[in-house]
């Protein structure tokens, strides 16, 4: 019998096939050469976990409806190549109509002619990220608003052609918008949020990053109108002092992420009042605001105890004394950023790890008084960290690195660029404690030579990442066997 389709081979000659060919042969497997259930079978067998859109002829001519709903049904990450036009996103419309989800952040060249193909070809979308869609104007949000009216969650950030009109659009087209990013949209203005704050009722996530037209009495409005709020990030929002915090302690109790980084006229009394009114908070970013003391960070420790993720890099006037009052008050805490807050020391790093058993994330980038002492008590009381960041902390030399490579053999990521009393006995120990390695910066370790580059090559299966700049003792034939990992640098 003559064999007219692939989908008549027996598996296992169909299998072997498989394994000579890529993605690239998908367009070749039209309807009239294979049956669905064997095409379906072909891609999952290429065990694809993320794909690429490309602006080429395979994907202005190849892909058709049966592979979109491929990718769609198997869950696969889609990533967008910022030279994409509206010509894919309408493949894309036109034959995914119950899309639910959809993420093109960047692309440079859709414009409001695509967004309208979307909302009319996907009208059950749920979640939508056009973030840095530059050349999206408000007539793109206006259609949004018309036509997707299941909308939940929409990210704009970065797209300054979009003004309060797009915001008046969205709030009376989305009433079922949870999640809204316009953060550097920076053409909205107090309005703008006026509008959304009377129309988003079930709103629980904003991002105004950098959105510098709102005021104060923009951030009052909000609050007024979404009382369920649950996320904010008004990060470097320079224009809120102590009085709007009040405002935002008093009027959002539901309130479980904050960002308020940058926000440099914010005291000690802002912080203080804050924790007596967001005691259902369990993330809050304060980098940058240089007026914070202990004073603050005890409030925080105090009157926030459900506190997981806490960020404080860059407050100088914070000491050990700031440290140890988390260390006695967060037992939840599993993130932890103080990088550039030079007056911590050894002190502090030893109560925190006592204080705090359950730490998964550490940044003490350029906490230059912290020695090998705070690395070996880090290694004793956190064996659930995950990433470290230990960049300039120049007095940490191997015994550290041995006992952090004993200790914690979960780390997945490790940054000890500019530690430069470590050498290859470091890194032969990391080699040694840490499998699971899969990114680690070594830059600027001036004593590692090729050997260490040899050891971590062949010893850390995992690793995807590696950056070895300005470590003058690595030669050429050190950099070639360190390209064997991806994203060498």
Not at 49 to 78: T, Y
Not at 112 to 140: F, M, W, Y
Request: aromatic letters at 4%.
């Amino acid at each position: 019998m003559t064999t007219k389709s692939f989908a008549d081979l027996p598996d296992m000659v169909f299998c072997n096939i498989l394994e000579y060919l890529d993605w690239s042969d998908v367009g070749r497997f039209d309807n009239s050469l294979l049956s669905h259930n064997a095409r379906n079978s072909y891609l999952d067998a290429l065990k694809i976990r993320q794909m690429k859109v490309e602006n080429n002829r395979f994907w202005n001519k190849a892909v058709d409806k049966g592979i979109l709903n491929w990718l769609i049904s198997r869950n696969i990450r889609v990533i967008w190549n910022k030279a994409v036009s509206n010509t894919q996103l309408m493949i894309i419309a036109n034959g995914l109509h119950q899309l639910q989800s959809l993420d093109i952040n960047p692309c440079d060249y859709i414009t409001d002619e695509g967004i309208k193909a979307l909302t009319i070809g996907c009208p059950h979308l749920q979640s939508l990220n056009i973030g840095r869609c530059r050349n999206v104007t408000d007539e793109g949000i206006k259609a949004l608003a018309n036509g997707l009216h299941k909308l939940r969650s929409l990210d704009i950030s970065c797209c300054d052609k979009i003004t309060n009109e797009g915001m008046i659009a969205l709030a009376n087209g989305c009433p079922q918008l949870q999640s809204v990013n316009i953060s550097r949209c920076n053409n909205i203005t107090d309005e703008g949020i006026k509008a959304l704050a009377s129309g988003l009722h079930q709103w629980q996530s904003l991002d105004l990053a950098g959105c510098y037209k709102i005021t104060e009495e923009g951030i009052t409005t909000l609050v007024k109108g979404c009382p369920h709020l649950q996320s904010l990030n008004i990060y470097g929002y320079v224009k809120i002092t102590d009085a709007g915090i009040k405002v935002l302690a008093n009027g959002l109790p539901h309130l479980q992420s904050l960002n308020i980084g940058g926000c440099r006229k914010i005291t000690d009394a802002g912080i203080k009042v804050l924790a007596t009114g967001l005691h259902q908070l369990q993330s809050v970013n304060i980098t940058g605001c240089g007026k914070i003391t202990d004073e603050g960070v005890k409030a925080l420790a105090t009157g926030c105890p459900h506190l997981q993720s806490v960020n404080i890099s860059y407050c100088g006037h914070i000491t050990e004394g700031g440290i140890i009052a988390v260390a006695s008050g967060l037992h939840q805490l599993q993130s932890l950023d103080i990088s550039c807050c030079n007056n911590i020391a050894e002190e502090g790093i030893i109560a925190l790890v006592k204080g705090c058993p359950h730490l998964q994330s550490l940044n003490i980038y350029d906490c230059r008084k912290i020695t090998d002492e705070g690395i070996m008590a880090m290694a004793a009381g956190c064996p659930l960290l995950h990433s470290l960041n230990i960049t300039g902390c120049n007095k940490i030399t191997d015994e550290g690195i041995t006992a952090l490579a004993t200790g914690c053999p979960l780390l997945h990521s490790l940054n000890i660029s500019f530690c430069v009393k470590i050498t290859e006995e470091g890194v032969k120990a990391l080699v040694k404690g840490c499998p699971h390695l899969q990114s680690l910066n070594i830059g600027g370790c001036r004593k590692i030579t090729d050997e260490g580059i040899k050891a971590l090559a062949t010893g850390l299966h995992q690793l995807q990442s590696l950056n070895i700049s300005c470590c003058d003792k690595i030669t050429d034939a050190g950099r070639e066997i360190a390209t064997r990992v991806n994203g060498t640098k």
